[in-house]
């Protein structure tokens, strides 16, 4: 992840790196925790979800003006996640880790919603609802963070 992104499908790119590196910290996260495990599995889940939902909708209006455009200036590098257990992270940890990784990929799909609404309508609303949808993740981490675990 160096290079700038500036075409759309670069973004759908990203947006599925992003899934497929948070959906294995979930299968991961799930065998640490018996009270959790499910719950983190879904998420696991629902991120395949998430990336067919974006190409769904890239691929219903791509043309070449949507690539030629140059519809976004995004640096991936602020978009990298820290999806490391080891045998030593503890489920305080993990679950920061994993509220991190909510935070960070819902700061993506923001703006990856943001720079490219001027040019497309599917498209950024594919983003935007996945950003609500893991907004509503982000939430259920934060309450069990309060509960402990």
């Known amino acids: 992840m160096n290079e700038v992104i500036n075409t759309c499908s670069q973004a759908i790119s990203l947006a599925k790196e992003l899934e497929e590196q948070s959906a294995k910290f979930y299968e991961n996260f799930s065998k640490r925790s018996a009270e959790a495990g499910d719950l983190f599995l879904s998420f ?36 990298g996640l820290d999806t490391e257990l080891t045998d030593e992270t503890g489920l305080d940890r993990a679950l920061a880790k994993a509220l991190a990784i909510e935070e960070r990929i819902i700061n993506f799909y923001t703006t990856a919603a943001e720079q490219s609404k001027s040019l497309m309508a599917d498209v950024p609303r594919a983003f935007t609802l996945v950003a609500k949808k893991r907004n509503k993740r982000l939430a259920t981490l934060k309450s069990l963070i309060e509960k402990g675990g």
């Not at 889940?45 to 209006?61: D, L, M, P, S």
């Not at 003006?65 to 590098?77: I, K, L, S, V, Y």
């Open 44 to 79: 696991a889940k629902e991120n395949g979800k998430f990336v067919t939902q974006v190409q769904r909708a890239y691929y219903g209006v791509i043309t070449d003006a949507f690539e030629g455009c140059f519809a976004f200036d995004m640096n991936p590098e602020v978009y």
